[in-house]
């Protein structure tokens, strides 16, 4: 890339290549970005958005445009918002939120509108693009900073996890966007913040994190019953890690931390349909808080990150 980061955001977009944003290059948070394009196998500079932001969220609308919101800004938590044109290959500044958030989710509805929660709150923000405006959305049961947010098929948001001040949470909530009302869901076997989560055949693969320690367990989400179970552990404990479902069912989990006093190359494949993780090869450098995206042609970008002593500006293509 054509700068180090890490915690930045990753979006393809519909013309297939990657827009990566923000971020932390080790000393400045950032406001710049980079283009990844998959048919050159090359990154250019893209263009610069309108606040320095670690730790935003990044949302594909419809439109085909990018809604990036919040994040670590100079002056503090920011609730600005930035939205990319990839016809034009610009920013321009989007409606602020309600509130200040960094470290959040967002999460497109079906209907095209999307949903913000958590950071140090428990109220979310909904951003309307018909409108170009965010309205004030209802409350999760507690505040959330480092949860998962994960759409599910039945059009409902799955909240899971997450810190509220020094507590680890294993609860979730359920968003509902028919009533814009939030019901408690079920607890997770194991408090965990930076975890990921990924659908997979209609259920939430729910893998690693941190509380204290880093996270080896990982737990299923079944919406049919509404609960979570165990299922078997990966082989190293991870948090900052990336999560990708691969075109062909099995998911690939990359790199991450112990704590920060390991930081790992390694990768673990989990296939749903036997329940068992194998180990894959490692990728070229050890890394966590990198950016990992599902390419059109069936690759995973993974870019930047750090080790704990450098933040990286490369990146690794994962060919399954």
Do not use: H
């Not at 263009?47 to 730790?55: C, I, K």
């Not at 428990?122 to 959330?144: E, H, V």
């Not at 998911?251 to 349909?273: H, I, P, Q, R």
């Amino acid at each position: 890339m054509s700068t180090v980061r890490d915690y930045a955001t990753a979006t393809l977009l519909t013309n297939g290549k990657v827009l990566i944003a923000g971020g932390y290059n080790g000393s400045t948070f950032l406001s710049s970005t980079d283009i990844y394009n998959p048919a050159t196998n090359t990154f250019s500079k893209g263009p610069t958005m309108s606040a320095v932001r670690l730790l935003p969220t990044a949302t594909l609308l419809l439109s085909g445009k990018v809604l990036i919101a919040g994040g670590q800004s100079s002056g503090g938590v920011t609730s600005s918002t930035d939205i990319y044109d990839p016809a034009t290959n610009s920013f321009k500044k989007g409606p602020n939120m309600g509130v200040a958030r960094r470290a959040a989710t967002a999460t497109l509805l079906p209907a095209g509108k999307v949903l913000v929660a958590g950071g140090n709150t428990i109220g979310t923000d909904i951003y309307d693009p018909a409108t170009d405006s965010f309205s004030k959305g209802p409350s999760t049961t507690t505040a959330r900073l480092y949860g998962t947010a994960t759409l599910l098929p039945n059009g409902k948001v799955l909240i899971a996890g997450g810190r509220n001040g020094n507590t680890y949470l294993s609860g979730s909530d359920i968003y509902d966007p028919a009533g814009n009302s939030f019901s408690k869901g079920p607890d997770m076997n194991t408090r965990r913040e930076l975890q990921n989560a990924t659908l997979v055949n209609g259920q939430v693969l729910i893998t690693g994190g941190f509380n204290g320690a880093a996270v080896l367990s990982s737990e299923v989400y079944d919406p049919a019953s509404n609960n979570f179970s165990n299922v078997r552990a990966m082989s190293t404990a991870r948090s900052w890690a990336t999560a990708t479902l691969l075109t062909n069912g099995l998911v690939l989990v990359v790199g991450g931390t112990d704590n920060g006093k390991s930081f790992f190359s390694s990768a673990e494949l989990f296939d749903s349909s036997t329940d068992n993780w194998g180990k894959n090869v490692g990728i070229s450098t050890a890394r966590a808080a990198a950016t990992a995206t599902l390419l059109k042609n069936g690759r995973v970008l993974i870019a930047g990150g750090t080790d704990g002593n450098s933040v990286f500006s490369n990146s690794d293509l994962c060919r399954p």
